[in-house]
């Protein structure tokens, strides 16, 4: 049976186009919705429609173009932006299947592809019993997933994302009523990114020499990654409004834990995320917070890191529902996830509360992080990436081999 799949917004870059061109290939309609010029560059190659008109007027014109093409199928990249959740609500409706793509749970090599949702509307059962059941029975997925090379290369990243950009801002008139997503303006953003790309030597040497003293001393300490402002796992699945509210309450709880008693001050280790714009002014903010609590030099804030390895020593990790997470599992190391994270439930988080944590911080149970992992591969990982030329062709076969084993 011939189905027809309908592309919203994908990520910044040819993958959407490559993947609906294989779907193509296996005999399948497929048709693309443009909401702003950066979408009409990347749907250059395929039948499209572009939409110019409001969010509230994007519901009913929705449910008349989704008949129109008789669609089966939704295709969209990140489900917590508002014309996707729109969409999502439409197809919910005609009972149309919907498609969510977003950047791997597991990184590097690794993009996420679920029916429904992602992150924390991840439809994907995951308590224990069950997939320890599911593990015993398809042990071929429990050992190691072959990687195909490619890897998020980050020029390619940027340039996409540039002329994603640039595109959007150069066709504006045709889409007066577009709202990005993004918070801030694109100039002030790679302004931001190429001063830390020109500081990058500065940033590895001081998270060297941070590490190091922390290992040479064996002084213990807590690791807290930040993520992205912007990013929908701050917006809408945390209780968080912002990263600085996600670090005033940290640094709080780290203060009322009161680790006088121990021999050896206790250290709270703050990185930051790579692709942090700096706009943002986080090292400065955690310094001045960090002396109005008379935390002194226990809390440091570092760009770079290597993140096995300060893991690999940690007493543990906080975090907000970072994929850090899931790196933190894999080696032991106990986790707090103050998020909706796929990864905050029992048996692989701390489920009691942060200022216990702090004292006495549980492990992961290394058996059902072992299913687990299996199981988030088997269903939800597609091996390759969305921005190197092999690592979305990988990606592209892949999505469009389990997406056709799918009953239409």
Same mark, same amino acid.
């Given at each position: ?12 870059? %040819? ?31 395929? $039948? ?127 889409? $007066? ?32 020499? *941070?590490? +190091? ?6 002084? %213990? ?18 209780? @968080? $409004? ?16 009161? @680790? ?8 709270? *280790? ?37 993140? $096995? ?8 990790? *906080? ?16 986790? @707090? +996830? ?24 549980? %492990?992961?149970?290394?058996?059902? *992080? ?39």
């Amino acid at each position: 049976m011939s189905r027809s799949f309908i592309s919203l917004q994908g990520v910044a870059s %040819p993958f959407f186009s490559e993947l609906s061109h294989l779907i193509r290939l296996a005999g399948h309609q497929t048709h693309r919705i443009n909401f702003c010029g950066g979408d009409l560059l990347f749907s250059l190659s395929e $039948p499209h429609t572009n939409y110019a008109g409001t969010l509230s007027g994007l519901t009913a014109w929705l449910v008349q173009e989704l008949r129109r093409h008789s669609a089966t199928d939704i295709l969209l990249f990140g489900d917590c932006r508002a014309i996707h959740q729109a969409a999502i609500a439409v197809a919910k409706e005609l009972n149309i299947r919907v498609y969510v793509f977003e950047e791997g749970y597991l990184r590097p090599n690794w993009i996420t592809m679920e029916v429904g949702g992602v992150n924390g509307y991840s439809n994907m059962p995951l308590e224990p019993a069950p997939l320890l059941a599911w593990a015993s029975k398809n042990t071929v997925h429990t050992g190691a997933v072959p990687q195909h090379p490619g890897g998020s290369n980050m020029l390619a990243r940027a340039m996409y994302d540039i002329a994603y950009r640039l595109s959007s801002a150069a066709m504006g008139r045709s889409f $007066p009523n577009y709202q990005t997503h993004r918070p801030h303006n694109g100039v002030l953003e790679y302004a931001g990114l190429a001063r830390r790309f020109g500081m990058g030597w500065w940033f590895a040497r001081e998270a060297q020499r *941070v590490t +190091a003293k922390l290992l040479a001393t064996k002084a %213990p300490y807590f690791l807290f990654p930040l993520q992205l402002n912007a990013d929908s796992q701050i917006r809408t699945h945390s209780p @968080f $409004p912002d990263v600085i509210a996600s670090i005033d309450h940290v640094l709080i709880s780290f203060k009322e834990a009161a @680790f006088r008693q121990e021999s050896t001050a206790v250290s709270l *280790v703050i990185k930051n995320h790579p692709l942090d714009t700096g706009l943002a002014r986080y090292r400065g903010y955690v310094e001045r917070r960090s002396r109005d609590l008379n935390l002194g030099d226990r809390v440091k804030f570092i760009e770079a890191g290597d993140l $096995p390895l300060l893991l690999s020593h940690a007493q543990g990790v *906080v975090l907000v529902n970072s994929t850090v997470g899931l790196t933190a599992l894999q080696l032991n190391c106990p986790v @707090f +996830a103050m998020g909706k994270a796929i990864f905050n439930r029992d048996k692989l988080t701390d489920q009691g509360g942060l200022a216990s944590f702090w004292k006495d911080p549980t %492990p992961p149970d290394a058996r059902f *992080v072992k299913a687990f992992l299996a199981y988030i591969k088997a269903h939800s990982q597609v091996s390759g990436d969305f921005y190197s030329r092999m690592g979305r062709t990988h990606a592209a076969l892949g999505c469009m081999q389990r997406i056709l084993k799918d009953s239409p």
